[in-house]
C-alpha cells in the first residue's frame, strides 16, 4: 500500500509499508517559458517519456556510484512504472538543493555575469546550496547560514560538498566517455542519524550537458548515456 506524502515539480513521493519510500518520476521538467532549463524553480514545460528516462539515468548512475563507494537512498526501481524505491532520509530543513558548477552560465551568470563570462570554466568545481522555496525563488545559502539556522551543522556540510565534488566528477568522467562536456549538475541530499547521502535522483533533467557547442536537451541526453 502507498500513501502519497509530497508532490513534487517532476516527481510524486509516496510513503511504503516496509518502512521506505516510493518516487513516482512525472515527465515534467523545470525551466522558462517552455526552455528546458535545470537551475529554474518551476516546471516550465513537459516532455513525453522523460519521466521514465530520468528514472533510468538515475538507476545507472546510482549504480555507479555503488561501484565507486559512495552511499546513497536507492533500493530498486520498476522503470515500466516509473518508480523508484528508495530508503527514508530526511531532508534539510524544507529542502535544500546543492548545484556543483563546472562552469560559469545559467542562474549563475545570471547573478555574477558583471564578474565572469558566460561559458568560464570553474577549476575544481563550484558548490553552492539553494533552499527549496519557489516563492522566494529558490534563495541561495551559505554553510554559515545553514549552521546558523539549525539546519546543518559545519561537519554534515562538508560531508555533503566533499560528495557533491566526488559525485560530480563520476558523472562528468563518464559523459566524457561518449563525448559531452558537463557544465553543472544539480543534486539533492538527506540524514539519517549523522550520515549525509544522496537523495532523490541524478537524472538528464537535472544537468546541462553539451555535445561541442550545443545543448544536449534531457531526453536526447538518455538516450546517449544508455544507448552506448
Wanted: hydrophobic share 35%; glycine share 10%; with cysteine.
Amino acid at each position: 500500500m502507498m500513501n502519497k506524502i509530497y508532490t513534487g515539480k517532476t516527481k510524486d513521493v509516496y510513503s511504503l509499508d516496509n518502512g521506505n519510500v516510493m518516487l513516482k518520476f512525472k515527465d515534467d521538467c523545470t525551466g522558462k517559458d517552455g526552455v528546458f532549463d535545470p537551475g529554474e524553480n518551476s516546471v516550465g514545460l513537459t516532455i513525453e517519456g522523460i519521466g521514465k528516462a530520468n528514472l533510468r539515468t538515475s538507476v545507472y548512475y546510482f549504480d555507479l556510484l555503488k561501484k565507486a563507494g559512495i552511499k546513497t537512498h536507492y533500493v530498486s526501481a520498476n522503470v515500466d512504472d516509473a518508480t523508484m524505491e528508495v530508503l527514508p532520509g530526511k531532508v534539510f530543513g524544507h529542502g535544500l538543493e546543492v548545484i556543483c558548477r563546472l562552469v560559469a552560465t545559467g542562474s549563475f551568470i545570471r547573478r555574477y555575469g558583471e564578474y565572469i563570462a558566460d561559458g568560464t570554466r570553474l577549476e575544481g568545481g563550484y558548490v553552492e546550496c539553494t533552499f527549496k522555496n519557489d516563492e522566494k525563488g529558490d534563495p541561495l545559502v551559505t554553510s554559515e547560514g545553514l549552521a546558523a539556522l539549525g539546519i546543518m551543522s559545519p561537519e554534515m556540510f562538508e560531508s555533503m560538498k566533499e560528495q557533491t565534488l566526488k559525485i560530480t566528477k563520476i558523472v562528468a568522467d563518464d559523459l566524457k566517455t561518449i563525448g559531452l562536456d558537463l557544465w553543472d549538475i544539480k543534486f539533492e541530499f538527506g540524514y539519517n542519524g549523522d550520515e549525509v547521502i544522496l537523495i532523490d535522483e541524478i537524472a538528464s533533467g537535472n544537468m546541462r550537458v553539451y555535445k561541442g557547442e550545443n545543448i544536449v536537451d534531457p531526453v536526447e541526453l538518455t538516450k546517449l548515456i544508455l544507448d552506448r
